[in-house]
């Protein structure tokens, strides 16, 4: 491990630290920012608690409701990507979302600031944003498909209309016109590519199931010459899977070598590095009779039945290297209602559920998504609305309020998994957690 033989500096201490220097710091600064930051905070941990919804989201984020489907946020020439942009580059981000029906709708977008831990950053809109407020969508194309019409719409950005003073944490979120209501909230990052990140990933095996392999990302961050105190400024954050809801400070950090840190999870933190997901493919519905038992095409969209699915047979794919997950884009592909069922193999205990989450609801553990029991057919059924496209998904257990997404997993997959490392430097200057530097890694199971 390479924090062997060095100097290891204990994350608390350098808190504790940072805190009273930040403290003294406040008391010098105008008191109505500070208390803004401070009901941001207060917001967040109240939003947080006892809710299973945000495991793999943030709390932030707004899953959409009917009739809004296939929204998605990708760099404009990565599609299926994570949504990461450079600061003061030509670099864009493409929103992609669809509305069912054919009259068209009027929406509106807006940017928010956060730190680190998605608490709101207190900026105003000014310090981090050029434009004007709220900026239109509308008008939408509508779909060659007609069982049902839908529109599609598309924006780009940073455009002419819009762009972004700082790096950090963002939310975007588009509200309807009309009505007022927040259809969709989503997150994005804008970095600065100041130092340089390289990551490498240790396999360990689980103390809890020797059966499991666990991986523990470590990375060395080559210093900027402008940072002089990286033990009081910096903070580093992990990511697998693109499941921000389940983001992890790294708590080992190595101050030793003055131009770099090293920094890594703690063994007991691991991610589960044979995580697996199911695959969904609804490419020309009509030919898949390996996946689809039966379609019925009298109904608006056609209602589709899936072949069964069991607890622990599954070709597991990688959640790493951006593949084609998704809706498909073109305007010919239908919308169509999914019933799935599944064999969870036994019978549960009181209090026990299963919940359906893919990328077809944003990885959102909801009620709507909870799956209930059909005596005749002896299995879990659940239906989705959803394009013609790729998706990957899990059946997830919750046991009285606790999630377990490994409970139906083959325990043997070797499936690749996407990691991201975050450096960010808190800018006692202006006030705001500056995302420095973020790295996009890839490591098998096994």
Same mark, same amino acid.
């Given at each position: ?31 109505? #920012? ?5 009901? %941001?905070?207060? /917001? ?56 069912? +029906? ?77 009505? +007022? ?30 059966? =499991? ?59 589960? #590095? ?22 019925? /095409? ?42 799935? =069922? ?12 299963? @919940? ?37 998904? /899990? @059946? ?10 490994? %409970? ?23 006030? @705001? ?14």
């Amino acid at each position: 491990m390479f924090l062997r033989g060095n100097t290891i500096c204990n994350i608390h201490l350098y808190r504790k630290l940072f805190l009273w220097v930040f403290l003294l710091t406040l008391i010098l600064t105008v008191f109505n #920012g500070c208390m803004g930051t401070e009901r %941001a905070s207060t /917001k967040r941990t109240d939003d947080q608690s006892g809710s299973i919804e945000h495991e793999f989201i943030l709390p932030q984020t707004v899953a959409p409701n009917h009739p809004i489907y296939s929204v998605e946020l990708f760099p404009s020439d990565q599609p299926y990507a994570s949504p990461f942009l450079m600061l003061n580059s030509n670099d864009q981000l493409t929103l992609r979302f669809e509305s069912l +029906g054919f009259d068209s709708q009027s929406y509106e977008i807006s940017f928010t600031h956060h730190n680190p831990d998605w608490s709101e950053s207190g900026l105003s809109p000014d310090q981090y944003f050029t434009g004007f407020g709220r900026r239109d969508i509308s008008g939408g194309t509508v779909s060659r498909a007609t069982q049902p019409y839908y529109r599609s719409y598309l924006y780009e950005f940073p455009n002419q209309s819009i762009g972004f003073r700082v790096s950090g944490n963002f939310m975007l979120h588009v509200h309807n016109r009309d009505s +007022g209501e927040l259809e969709f909230s989503l997150p994005f990052f804008v970095y600065e590519n100041e130092g340089t990140v390289s990551s490498t990933v240790e396999t360990v095996r689980s103390n809890r199931n020797p059966l =499991r392999v666990m991986h523990r990302p470590i990375s060395r961050f080559l210093l900027p010459d402008w940072l002089d105190q990286p033990q009081f400024d910096l903070s580093f954050y992990y990511t697998q899977n693109q499941f921000l809801g389940k983001t992890t400070e790294a708590q080992e950090l190595d101050f030793s070598d003055p131009n770099e840190v090293r920094f890594a999870l703690s063994q007991n933190r691991s991610f589960t #590095g044979d995580y697996e997901f199911r695959v969904l493919n609804l490419n020309n519905v009509d030919q898949l009779s390996q996946t689809v038992l039966d379609i019925d /095409k009298s109904s608006e969209p056609w209602r589709v039945f899936l072949r069964d699915d069991a607890e622990g047979f599954n070709r597991p794919v990688s959640g790493g290297t951006p593949q084609q997950f998704g809706p498909n884009h073109s305007m010919n592909s239908n919308y169509l209602e999914i019933e799935f =069922r599944f064999d969870s193999g036994g019978e549960l205990n009181n209090g026990q559920q299963i @919940y359906l989450v893919g990328d077809f609801n944003s990885w959102k553990l909801s009620q709507k998504y909870r799956m209930s029991y059909d005596e005749q057919l002896n299995r879990w059924i659940q239906s989705v609305t959803m394009k013609e496209g790729t998706y990957r998904y /899990k @059946y997830v257990l919750v046991d009285n309020n606790r999630v377990d997404d490994l %409970a139906f997993d083959t325990l043997f997959p070797d499936a690749q998994q996407e990691y991201h490392a975050f450096v960010y430097f808190r800018d006692f200057n202006q006030f @705001y957690h500056r995302l420095l530097q973020v790295n996009t890694f890839y490591k098998r199971s096994r």
